[in-house]
T-cell receptor, first 112, second 112 residues
Framework: GQQVMQIPQYQHVQEGEDFTTYCNSS?????IQWYKQRPGGHPVFLIQ?????EVKKQKRLTFQFGEAKKNSSLHITATQTTDVGTYFC????????????FGKGTKLSVIP | KAGVTQTPRYLIKTRGQQVTLSCSPI?????VSWYQQTPGQGLQFLFE???????NKGNFPGRFSGRQFSNSRSEMNVSTLELGDSALYLC???????????FGSGTRLTVV
């Protein structure tokens, strides 16, 4: 089945530093979604990317979808303690599929 | 509008017992998916239901089953519990085949 690899597994940053997590697939993805899970919480949908080369921004968060639609990244500028959590990428098994395959996630710790 | 509601929040069961978890999706969302989350394996897809029909199934043994009712509420059942079934079980709903999923707070199952 479809697999998405996510790196790094953990990231510790000083507050104010930038953070990036990467998601890679060996197959072309129809779209990719990003979720954030706070400690003790549940995944919360952040964004979906559909088009090749797409870039979307949400305040300090920048999401990119690769030109070949095989990779994606989430970049956070000037991290804050509220950014703490695990960030997951997820891809549908195919266009129109309702099955999401999640990456293992990147756990972000922010040192104040 | 109300979010995805999962009950119970916490559950402790003994090996060999069975358990039923419940999920009420967001009103109007007809697709309900279930995921198992463990520290080692991350988020793993169990199954997805739409209009009372199971459309997708993940790679889990037959001890894991589910169903969906005409009001879109869903239940999942795990029979003959094993210690390794201890996990956070998450339910998610979505309106269509595109777009993000809304997750419930999950049911934390501990098998002793």
């Amino acid at each position: 089945g479809q697999q998405v690899m996510q790196i790094p597994q953990y990231q510790h940053v000083q507050e104010g530093e930038d953070f990036t997590t990467y998601c890679n697939s060996s197959t072309t993805l129809s779209n990719i979604q990003w979720y954030k899970q706070r400690p003790g919480g549940h995944p919360v949908f952040l964004i979906q990317l559909v088009k090749s080369g797409e870039v979307k921004k949400q305040k300090r968060l920048t999401f990119q979808f690769g030109e070949a639609k095989k990779n994606s990244s989430l970049h956070i500028t000037a991290t804050q303690t509220t950014d703490v959590g695990t960030y997951f990428c997820a891809a549908r098994s195919g266009a129109g599929s309702y099955q999401l395959t999640f990456g293992k996630g990147t756990k972000l710790s922010v040192i104040p | 509008k109300a979010g995805v509601t999962q009950t119970p929040r916490y559950l402790i069961k003994t090996r060999g017992q069975q358990v039923t978890l419940s999920c009420s999706p967001i009103s109007g969302h007809r697709s309900v998916s279930w995921y198992q989350q463990t520290p080692g394996q991350g988020l793993q897809f169990l199954f997805e239901y739409f209009s009372e029909t199971q459309r997708n199934k993940g790679n889990f043994p037959g001890r894991f089953s589910g169903r969906q009712f005409s009001n879109s509420r869903s239940e999942m059942n795990v029979s003959t519990l094993e210690l390794g079934d201890s996990a956070l079980y998450l339910c998610a709903s979505t309106q269509g085949s595109e777009g993000g999923y809304t997750f419930g707070s999950g049911t934390r199952l501990t098998v002793v």
